[in-house]
């Protein structure tokens, strides 16, 4: 399966309760003191159209909230046990302010001398981006209904088609397998860049239905290609 990255923000954590400490030490090896960790919490990703034209579905959220506790938090989307940062302890999803639904993930790290620079780069706003990297059972096109991951589709996520505006709706959580901390501006004109097909079997050379241009906010989709790319850059 193709893993999605998806940006998203860090939130200060509330007070860290017994509840709260309860789950960290069922992720630890020891019992650990209140006074031994850090939290924040991750407002992972939600139900709203995306800059990439794309939406979880609220299934999605959901199913992600039963797998992301125990995954790791990471640098970079780098999958070495030398760049893990913390864990994700607790999952939930709430209401998103301004409206819609989001998966929020709580977090937890070790108050030492090796996570100093990187509690205190959290706590002063330097890291405060996320992504996360997870992997859906299926890729519903708005247009036509089809299954990305199953069937070719000729339609394009931010074009329009007899006035309609085409979204990859994102359903079913197959997997949760990490979430990084990255340097990812917020903004949606930061220049992330996408090109994907989801696996699906491959359609005409032509685009048979080309429907109305993307507008000036949507990005550069490029037919061919199975997998998922994200690149940023700083603004």
Same mark, same amino acid.
């Given at each position: 399966?193709?893993? +999605? ?15 709260? +400490? ?9 019992? +650990? ?16 159209? #995306?800059? #990439? ?39 939930? $999803? ?18 030492? #001398?090796?996570?100093? #620079? ?7 706003? =330097?890291?405060?981006?996320?992504? $996360? ?6 890729? =519903? ?46 903004? &949606? ?24 241009? &993307? ?21």
């Amino acid at each position: 399966m193709a893993e +999605l990255f998806k940006a998203a923000l860090v939130e200060k954590a509330a007070e860290l309760s017994e509840e709260a +400490l309860r789950l960290i030490n069922q992720q630890a090896l020891r019992d +650990l003191k209140a006074e031994e960790v850090f939290t924040f919490r991750l407002a992972a990703c939600n139900d709203q159209v #995306d800059r #990439d034209d794309e939406r979880f579905t609220e299934e999605a959220l959901q199913g992600f909230a039963e797998l992301f506790p125990g995954r790791p938090v990471l640098m970079d989307h780098r999958w070495s046990a030398t760049v893990q940062t913390a864990r994700v302890y607790a999952a939930a $999803v709430e209401d998103k302010p301004g409206g819609g639904r989001q998966l929020v993930l709580s977090c937890y790290m070790p108050r030492m #001398d090796k996570t100093e #620079d990187t509690i205190a780069a959290i706590e002063t706003g =330097i890291l405060r981006e996320c992504s $996360v990297g997870v992997a859906v059972e299926r890729v =519903i096109c708005s247009i036509c209904g089809k299954d990305q991951r199953r069937e070719w589709c000729e339609h394009i996520p931010g074009r329009e088609y007899d006035g309609a505006r085409c979204v990859f709706l994102l359903d079913g959580a197959a997997e949760a397998y990490e979430v990084s901390l990255v340097a990812v501006p917020t903004q &949606p004109e930061a220049g992330v860049i996408k090109a994907k097909r989801y696996g699906g079997p491959e359609g005409p050379a032509e685009d048979p239905q080309p429907g109305k241009g &993307p507008g000036a906010d949507s990005q550069a989709w490029q037919d061919e290609a199975l997998l998922e790319l994200e690149k940023t850059r700083f603004v």
